[in-house]
């Protein structure tokens, strides 16, 4: 157990649709990551926040936006849902540098 | 651009044999190099990593190879087992603590 957790477990939901994931992290990492795990892209970065601020982007499409509460949990909020953005949907934490540690993520399929 | 490069896909070992996977990477600016080792239906798990500054980290039977001069570094799995069957995801990062870049993993089967 990573300490990081991670709801809903799964999600099914349908095109257009606009889902929340919720990200808690280990107790005292002040920085969030958020992954998106496909089969055919692997593990790609989405977005870090780090103490209530956004502080690295990386593949992030505009439909998704992502934002650290006071508490330092996250949400990462997927709108206009495509097929495409089935997958599953991991949450990471760390103390300020490296050793990212990974909860067990949300699997979302848009029907 | 896949900024770090993995291989093999797949490997099928033997219990008690030697797994080995191997990555490469460009950016010359990385400074930490974790393996994740993943379970279906799991989150990727921190098996082990490395800093640039050495070439050889061991822990048990896990031990991360790194040559800074090639731009490579590898995992070795001495006595592999049954339970060592996942999925292991190499990757590379920063010291500013932003994203990693993940390879693209490799399935290991371990044959009883």
């Known amino acids: 157990d990573s300490g990081v957790t991670q709801t809903p477990k799964h999600l099914i939901t349908a095109t257009g649709q606009r889902v929340t994931l919720r990200c808690s992290p280990r107790?005292?990492?002040?920085?969030v990551y958020w992954y998106q795990q496909s089969l055919d892209q692997g593990l790609q970065f989405l977005i870090q926040?780090?103490?209530?601020?956004?502080?690295a982007k990386g593949n992030i499409l505009e439909r998704f936006s992502a934002q650290q509460f006071p508490d330092l949990h996250s949400e990462l909020n997927l709108s206009s849902l495509e097929l495409g953005d089935s997958a599953l949907y991991f949450c990471?934490?760390?103390?300020?540098?490296?050793?990212?540690?990974f909860g067990p993520g949300t699997r979302l399929t848009v029907l | 651009q896949q900024q770090v490069k993995q291989s093999p896909q797949s490997l099928i070992v033997q219990k008690g044999g030697i797994s080995i996977i191997n990555c490469a990477y460009e950016?010359?600016?990385?400074?930490?190099f974790p393996w994740y080792q993943q379970f279906p239906g799991k989150g990727p798990a921190l098996l082990i990593a490395?800093?640039?500054?050495?070439s050889e980290k061991k822990e048990g039977r896990f031990t991360i190879s790194f040559n800074k001069s090639a731009k490579q570094f590898s995992l070795h799995i001495m006595d592999s087992q049954p339970g060592d069957s996942a999925t292991y995801f190499c990757?590379?990062?920063?010291?500013?603590?932003?994203?990693?870049?993940f390879g693209t993993g490799t399935s290991l089967t371990v044959i009883p």
């Open positions: 950016n010359t600016a990385f400074d930490y």
């Open positions: 107790s005292g990492d002040l920085s």
């Open positions: 490395i800093r640039p500054d050495v």
């Open positions: 990471a934490s760390s103390a300020l540098y490296n050793e990212q540690f």
């Open positions: 926040y780090y103490n209530g601020e956004e502080r």
């Open positions: 990757a590379a990062g920063l010291n500013t603590g932003n994203q990693f870049y």
